[in-house]
């Protein structure tokens, strides 16, 4: 299966695929953003990481980044009251990184074209408001957002609504008790609770279904994915057992290829199952590499966002990418959406990795793949294209992996299903 043979699956039975996104997406609750690591094998397409509170919108195309304007309009507009408009942008505390206050500027940006009041914020007391410079060169302004009743208060700017670019990796759950003001992405999707098993479990689940509609192998569209508890790298008896799951999935992978005519080896990743920022991420070309795994890889699998420790992890089947960027760069496509729309994407690319690495690591780079410019058919099937509709796969699992969570969107309103 490659994405070409997919598209012409989608554009031919268009009508089948509309109807059953809109039927899946009745009554779910929608992330104001999210975005998706993809991967493109050629005989496989599936993502590999999914981000709910998604850095990297500087990354987009100026054309994309202007149509998010418009976008994120028609979804505040749908979901929330005509009232709402004044918004809390609340950011990360790290200010290391030069790029990520740019990607907070994009953001601002978009939330302002799209008619609203907004400032920055941190939750948490600060003797100051951070006086910062981002990798642009542009000064960034960012407060304390201060409790004060069932709200917040930033030198008397009241927010109507709280969009989170705070992944919630740390709980914050002093500064959140009783809070009011409604927060989309909500902090209960944040890493402090959401789990990576979870995401895949049901994107895997809606990719059958997606793929048995279009008559395709669900293999071609899954993840292999399965979660390992009671995680400890520095006990070798944990390792051991650690490698004998890898093993059983690689041998179910290798079996999977051997099936489909494909004659490279298989690989792994192990992963922080509460993981972000590319961290506590290791690849595996063969379980028994676990068991010898020396000091500088125990190192990097507890690495996590925040200090926090390392206990469980997914065992994960790698997928290798075909995709090339410019220069002949080993890239993957990220595709970024406001609601259930498209509204950007970039290409990850690295001029050092292979085919088979994780991209998502220092030396990477950013060049373009607009949502503007994916193959659409023109006669009436809108973004039927391959990575768009992957990314929308994996959208509907976010929102259903809310819903089964109980995650409450505080004065939300449904706005019928997607399209």
């Known amino acids: 299966m490659n994405h070409e043979l997919l598209h012409r699956k989608i554009v031919d039975n268009c009508e089948q695929v509309q109807s059953w996104f809109k039927a899946k997406s009745t009554g779910l609750a929608f992330p104001f953003y999210s975005s998706f690591d993809l991967r493109d094998a050629g005989f496989k397409l599936g993502p590999v990481d999914a981000n709910i509170f998604p850095a990297g919108f500087n990354n987009i195309c100026r054309v994309d980044r202007d149509n998010s304007m418009e976008v994120a309009k028609e979804f505040?507009?749908?979901?929330?009251?005509?009232?709402?408009?004044?918004?809390?942008?609340?950011?990360?505390?790290?200010?290391?990184?030069?790029?990520?206050?740019?990607?907070?500027?994009?953001?601002?940006?978009?939330l302002q074209g799209a008619g609203r009041e907004v400032r920055l914020a941190v939750p948490k007391p600060l003797e100051a408001?951070?006086?910062?410079?981002?990798?642009?060169?542009?000064?960034?302004?960012?407060?304390s957002a201060i409790r004060n009743g069932g709200g917040v208060d930033i030198d008397g700017f009241r927010p109507d609504l709280i969009i989170s670019n705070n992944d919630f990796s740390l709980q914050y759950e002093e500064w959140a008790k009783d809070l009011e003001?409604?927060?989309?992405?909500?902090?209960?999707?944040?890493?402090?609770?959401?789990?990576?098993?979870?995401?895949?479990?049901?994107?895997?689940?809606?990719?059958?279904?997606?793929?048995?509609?279009?008559?395709?192998?669900?293999?071609t569209l899954q993840v292999e994915t399965e979660v390992f508890s009671g995680f400890e790298v520095d006990d070798e008896n944990s390792r051991d057992q650690l490698a004998a799951a890898a093993q059983k999935i690689y041998d179910r992978v290798k079996a999977k290829y051997a099936a489909h005519g494909i004659s490279r080896e298989p690989f792994l990743f192990v992963k922080n199952n509460a993981g972000t920022y590319g961290l506590g991420v290791i690849q595996v070309r063969h379980p028994d590499e676990i068991k010898a795994w020396n000091y500088k890889a125990r190192k990097k699998m507890k690495a996590a966002k925040g200090g926090r420790e390392i206990t469980e992890v997914i065992?994960?089947?790698?997928?290798?990418?075909?995709?090339?960027?410019?220069?002949?760069?080993?890239?993957?496509?990220?595709?970024?959406?406001?609601?259930?729309?498209?509204?950007?994407?970039?290409?990850?690319?690295?001029?050092?990795?292979?085919?088979?690495?994780?991209?998502?690591?220092?030396?990477?780079?950013?060049?373009?793949?607009?949502?503007?410019d994916l193959n659409v058919k023109m006669e009436g099937c809108p973004m039927e294209n391959s990575y768009g509709w992957v990314a929308k796969l994996a959208f509907l699992s976010v929102a259903r992996e809310a819903k089964e969570l109980g995650v409450e969107f505080k004065n939300y309103r449904a706005a019928g299903p997607c399209s």
């Open 315 to 372: 065992i994960q089947e790698g997928i290798p990418t075909t995709t090339l960027a410019e220069g002949g760069k080993t890239a993957e496509p990220v595709i970024y959406m406001i609601g259930c729309q498209l509204s950007g994407g970039f290409l990850r690319a690295h001029g050092e990795k292979a085919d088979d690495d994780s991209l998502n690591s220092p030396g990477a780079v950013f060049q373009r793949l607009c949502v503007a």
């Open 76 to 110: 505040l507009d749908s979901h929330y009251s005509t009232d709402t408009r004044k918004i809390l942008l609340l950011t990360e505390e790290h200010t290391g990184n030069p790029y990520y206050w740019d990607n907070v500027l994009a953001l601002q940006t978009i």
């Open 129 to 143: 408001p951070l006086q910062l410079t981002s990798a642009s060169g542009t000064a960034v302004t960012v407060a």
């Open 181 to 219: 003001t409604p927060m989309n992405p909500p902090r209960e999707l944040g890493w402090y609770r959401r789990r990576k098993d979870r995401f895949f479990k049901v994107y895997n689940e809606f990719a059958g279904e997606f793929a048995d509609l279009l008559k395709l192998d669900p293999w």
